[in-house]
């Protein structure tokens, strides 16, 4: 089946640094999602891309779409303690397809 | 806040023994999904039902069933507990409407001794 690399594996940061961290797939997807899974829940939307090259942003987030289709980023500006924990990537193969995700990105922030 | 429920939150087995994890919505979605999350490799895809009365395997089957009792319930049982069915399971619904969004329940943490 598909598989997404996601990296890094984990982060750990000092608060007020931003952080970037990126997943990378051998084939085409359609829809890029980000989410954040904070300890002991289950994991929370960020973030949805619908068309190659999509740049949006929610509040200090913001995640593109890669032109390739075949990658995605997200990026956090300006960290803040409540920023900690799993970032996972999705890719959808169609619109309403079942998701593949990421292995995750682990967020540590140093107040 | 409900969306969706899950049922129990921790468990803890011997090898060998069966349980059932529970799982109901409140948004009156058609789909329901389960997956597992162990350290390192994401979120993989036990079982999903696309609608009511269907159910298909996905990425990791082996060793669960599952039974879409209703619209709003999907059970996912372990018939003879293994020590690699130690995890975190979450149950999830996607939107209506095709988006791929999905919304999670909390989880149920698994240990198989």
């Known amino acids: 089946g598909q598989q997404l690399n996601q990296s890094p594996q984990s982060m750990f940061i000092q608060e007020g640094e931003d952080v970037s961290m990126n997943c990378t797939s051998s084939?085409?997807?359609?829809?890029w999602l980000w989410y954040k899974q904070d300890p002991g829940e289950g994991p929370v939307l960020l973030i949805a891309?619908?068309?190659?090259?999509e740049l949006t942003s929610n509040g200090r987030l913001t995640a593109q779409f890669g032109i390739t289709r075949k990658d995605s980023f997200l990026n956090i500006s300006a960290s803040i303690p409540s920023d900690v924990g799993i970032y996972f990537c999705?890719?959808?193969?169609?619109?309403?397809?079942?998701?593949?995700f990421g292995e995750g990105t682990q967020l540590t922030v140093n107040p | 806040n409900a969306g969706v429920t899950q049922t129990p939150k921790f468990q803890v087995l011997k090898t060998g023994q069966s349980m059932t994890l529970q799982c109901a919505q409140d948004?009156?979605?058609?789909?329901m999904y389960w997956y597992r999350q162990d350290p390192g490799m994401g979120l993989r895809l036990i079982y999903y039902s696309a609608s009511e009365g269907t159910t298909d395997k996905g990425e990791v089957p082996n060793g669960y069933n599952v039974s879409r009792l209703n619209k709003r319930e999907f059970s996912l049982r372990l018939e003879s507990a293994a020590p690699s069915q130690t995890s975190v399971y979450f149950c999830?619904?996607?939107?209506?409407?095709?988006?791929?969004?999905?919304?999670f329940g909390e989880g149920s943490r698994l240990t198989v001794l």
């Open positions: 084939s085409i997807f359609n829809t």
């Open positions: 999705a890719g959808g193969e169609t619109s309403g397809s079942r998701l593949t």
């Open positions: 891309l619908y068309k190659a090259g």
């Open positions: 999830a619904s996607p939107r209506q409407g095709n988006t791929g969004e999905l919304f």
């Open positions: 948004m009156n979605h058609n789909s």
